[in-house]
């Protein structure tokens, strides 16, 4: 999988700390990044947000995706 730059603008935002909407998350995006461990879903309201873990999220993405 290749990311597009929409992915990759989402994968900063999380790097930077801040927290998206589970929805705004492709799947295909998602799952490898819990598999590894870089981000967690947080409750928030009725639904979940994403939260990356500053550093290893970017060692992860360099590693998986150049």
Sequence with gaps: ???SCAQAAKL????AGESLPRSQVPKALLA???QADVV?????G?????????GKLA???EHHWG
């Design 46 to 54: 009725s639904s979940y947000v994403v939260r990356g873990l500053p």
């Design 12 to 15: 900063v935002r999380l790097e």
């Design 32 to 34: 490898p990044l819990q």
């Design 59 to 61: 060692s992860f993405v």
């Design 40 to 44: 967690r879903l947080e409750k928030s």
């Design 1 to 3: 999988m290749r990311l």
